[in-house]
């Protein structure tokens, strides 16, 4: 018992290792997108849910740690302690289509996502502790354009100056939180979440001109956050029969200040006469979370089917993009304002026998797809929707020990796109390990 708990702690300790560095340097997207306000939004989903396209709101699960919804912590099983760890890779292709032709290309990645564990605290109430991703930055890509300069007034001193931007940024949000879920009976659950909120986003524009007598531009945008929120949800479950049953789930995050100033570096340079000078503006406790409501209802028929529904909304409209002191101009996404974000998931598992002795009768079949609205407004346009399918499956790992572990493994395929705007289309492959152990049990000998 000592050396799992010792196994444990060491796991967790290099899951945070892990993200830690990922939270200034490493990112899990390529996404052009991810410049905008917090980032490209993660999926908070684990386990069983990623082949399900993220679905769990509604679920209660007693083999699975669920996060989306804390009240399913009480479902755990008294005799056990779960842990569930998953990684991504991933290929994205952006495609680009302007008056001078359709640019296409392809970036590769890959990213730990989460470490996550849960038990049995007390009769009636379950626990749960671990790491799971919020939002991600990463982006590296140049733009070119034409100026040209004094040709209404001084024709014959017209000069064509080429403006070449470089635009790189990388980060991310990251979440260690501790739960707990109280089934307060056979029906009702409710459960929350208190986390802790930390990361950096940088983001690097690098202007230059082809004219030496313009002065180049460079602007550093940095935010770091540390700060705490809390998530809440409730589960009620309502039998039909002996064989079927209903269980709805409702989670609620209210809105947080961030508790960050993000700073903007900006420095100018005369290529001629050799001149910089450098200024910083802030911008005081600019950062904010968005109110959060989720619903969430699934289906079970024994052990063999489960179909859910996912919604989820957030209240960005109600948040005003970073702005800083003096004039140094906005966040790296010129944005006056954010919309409010509408994201539905379906999803579903088939198990033929879940206690069956054939290994084939005990895979879980997993799918699911998902439609959601973008956050962002981009050149006074609404920006681009997201659709998403995936499939998987849970493979049991069987020894002489354990029969209730899985590795899940599914595929995703992500479009993202929106009218005169950058396509972008993604497939992932999610991996994720669930051990099961019997940790508590009591053992008698004769």
């Not at 034409?146 to 017209?158: A, F, L, W």
């Not at 209210?254 to 700073?263: A, E, R, V």
Request: charged share 15%; proline share 3%; hydrophobic share 35%.
């Amino acid at each position: 018992m000592k050396k799992s708990v010792f196994s444990l702690i060491t796991l967790l300790i290099l899951a945070s290792s892990l993200l830690m560095p990922s939270a200034h340097a490493q990112s899990g997207t390529n996404s052009p997108y991810s410049q905008y306000g917090l980032g490209v939004l993660a999926d908070q989903s684990i386990g069983m849910s990623r082949g399900m396209n993220g679905v769990g709101i509604g679920m209660r699960e007693r083999g699975q740690v669920n996060y989306l919804n804390p009240a399913s912590y009480s479902s755990i099983d008294s005799l056990t302690f779960i842990f569930d760890v998953g990684m991504t890779m991933q290929n994205s292709n952006f495609k680009e289509t302007t008056s001078m032709g359709t640019k296409s290309i392809n970036a590769k990645n890959a990213n730990f996502e989460y470490a996550v564990a849960s038990f049995r605290l007390v009769k009636h109430v379950g626990m749960s502790f671990g790491i799971v991703p919020y939002s991600n930055v990463g982006y590296d890509f140049q733009t070119k354009s034409k100026i040209i300069s004094n040709y209404v007034q001084y024709p014959e001193t017209t000069s064509k100056t080429t403006l070449t931007t470089q635009n790189e940024g990388d980060g991310g949000l990251h979440q260690l939180y501790l739960g707990a879920g109280w089934a307060i009976n056979k029906r009702l659950s409710i459960g929350a979440n208190v986390n802790y909120f930390w990361g950096t986003l940088d983001q690097i524009m690098t202007s230059s001109y082809t004219d030496t007598y313009v002065k180049s531009l460079l602007r550093y945008y940095e935010s770091t956050v540390s700060t705490v929120k809390l998530d809440f949800g409730v589960n009620y479950t309502l039998p039909l029969n002996k064989k079927d049953a209903m269980t709805f789930g409702l989670t609620f995050t209210p809105g947080y200040k961030m508790g960050s100033s993000p700073k903007c570096l900006v420095i100018t340079a005369n290529t001629q006469s050799a001149v910089y000078d450098s200024t910083t503006y802030k911008a005081n406790d600019a950062l904010r979370i968005p109110m959060q409501i989720g619903f969430g209802a699934s289906w079970k028929h024994l052990d063999k089917w489960i179909v859910a529904m996912d919604y989820t909304y957030q209240n960005w409209s109600a948040i005003k993009p970073v702005k800083y002191i003096d004039g140094a101009g906005r966040s790296m996404g010129d944005t006056d304002e954010y919309n409010n974000r509408h994201k539905i998931n379906v999803g579903a598992q088939f198990c033929k026998n879940a206690g069956g002795r054939s290994f084939g009768d005990r895979i879980r079949y997993r799918f699911g797809m998902g439609y959601a609205s973008s956050y962002l407004i981009i050149n006074d346009k609404k920006g681009p929707r997201e659709i998403s399918m995936s499939a998987g499956v849970g493979l049991p790992i069987i020894n002489a020990y354990n029969n209730r572990s899985m590795l899940n493994v599914s595929l995703q395929w992500t479009n993202t796109n929106a009218t005169g705007m950058i396509r972008d289309n993604t497939f992932r492959i999610n991996l994720g390990l669930t051990f099961n152990e019997r940790w508590f049990a009591k053992w008698k000998f004769e």
